[in-house]
């Protein structure tokens, strides 16, 4: 069913990237708030009556005028408004993919966070390595697993093995975007983990 | 799952960012660039003046209040309306339907979304490699597709996971004979962290 595969493709696609909803509500509520802020003003202008920050005609002057503050005010304060915009222009291009990887399956959409990804990874490669739990870091990213062992005083980690479980383990998830592994057996050991 | 427009969240951002852009590029060239400067000065005082008569130039009866700046002010009134929409009209896509056939001859059959729900929900919350798990329906391109979100237990392989799901999908499938779409969502988070290890080797 070609139907229910791009359906599914929708899914992932929009599961593993972020909505911008968040950036997107708090731009909307200060566009509103400045809005009603100039609308307040011209009715009180209308009605003739003092204004709450700037008059319509007063904010006119001040920008006849700005050519005429010093120049590293001027200067200054362009460079953060324009700042503010590119840091609102750079998310909104930007794919802002989330944390999190898609499992090649038919049956579904599925998707599973890095970060359960990363734990079945520590657990397997503290099994493969002899050492704790607690001795292992795993961090996973969009491309790469890095594992980090720290060995247990006086027993050495076999690296190979530990490679080789974690390859395996990757291999097993069949991600839809490959992941490499990157082992590190740390050069000292921890006393008595 | 949920049928926030992404394209509108995006070109709202994009609008108001190069709005800022443009606006503080426009003060750095006035305080940087002495021919913008001399220009500005030379050209603004004819805009405001300008501006000033036009919005004179439609006075309604009987007051100095002008129609321009009550066109403007329903200007401001229509744009605040808009946002509002656009920000309540964030998330969204939950349907209590799950099945919703066409009638046939025999009449028709509809399935409640809590049916669907409830039936997954029983299967996978005996199952010790998950510490919880929620089900929702949400509506896709018209098509009813359950949303099984699942908290797995520390250390457990992803694929073993969504394969009980999958399972438990396909029972529901073959209870209800009619295809069930599903989106797994399986994650970690702070309950993962404070719950035990697995013993599941």
């Keep these: 069913m070609s139907n229910q595969s791009s359906l599914y493709r929708r899914i992932s696609r929009r599961e593993t990237h972020s909505p911008r909803s968040t950036l997107a509500i708090v731009v909307a509520v200060i566009a509103i708030v400045a809005c009603v802020l100039v609308g307040t003003e011209i009715v009180l202008a209308l009605a003739s009556q003092p204004p709450l920050l700037a008059s319509p005609r007063s904010a006119a002057d001040f920008l006849v005028d700005v050519p005429g503050y010093p120049v590293a005010t001027v200067i200054g304060v362009g460079a953060i408004v324009a700042l503010l915009g590119l840091a609102l222009v750079i998310p909104a291009l930007a794919p802002g993919r989330t944390a999190r990887h898609e499992l090649l399956t038919e049956r579904s959409a599925a998707i599973v966070d890095n970060e359960v990804i990363a734990s079945a990874l520590a657990r397997h490669a503290a099994r493969a390595g002899n050492v704790d739990p607690d001795s292992v870091r795993v961090s996973v990213s969009h491309r790469e697993a890095v594992v980090r062992v720290t060995p247990t005083s006086g027993l050495p980690v076999d690296g190979a093995s530990v490679v080789a479980a974690v390859d395996e383990q990757l291999h097993g998830y069949s991600l839809r975007r490959s992941i490499r592994s990157k082992i590190i057996v740390a050069e000292s050991g921890k006393v008595g983990a | ?201």
């Design chain 2, 1 to 201: 799952m949920n049928n926030t427009n992404r394209a509108l969240n995006r070109v709202v951002i994009v609008l108001v960012g190069v709005l800022l852009l443009g606006v503080g590029g426009a003060a750095i060239a006035v305080g940087s660039i002495p021919t913008v400067s001399s220009t500005w000065k030379d050209l603004a005082p004819g805009v405001r003046a300008n501006l000033s008569s036009f919005f004179a130039s439609a006075p309604l009866a009987g007051t100095t209040i002008d129609w321009w700046w009550i066109a403007v002010l329903a200007a401001l009134a229509v744009i605040v309306i808009l946002l509002l929409a656009f920000i309540f009209r964030q998330g969204h896509g939950h349907t209590g339907r799950f099945v919703d056939d066409a009638a046939t001859s025999e009449g028709s059959t509809i399935v409640d979304s809590k049916v669907a729900e409830q039936l997954v929900q029983d299967a996978l919350d005996g199952h010790p490699e998950l510490v919880s798990s929620h089900v929702s329906t949400y509506r896709v391109r018209r098509t009813p597709v359950l949303k099984v979100s699942a908290t797995a237990r520390r250390g457990v392989s992803p694929r073993d996971i969504v394969d009980t799901v999958e399972t438990a999908l396909d029972s529901l499938e073959t209870l209800l004979g009619h295809p069930v779409l599903a989106s797994v969502q399986v994650s970690g988070g702070f309950r993962a962290r404070l719950s035990s290890t697995t013993r599941l080797q």
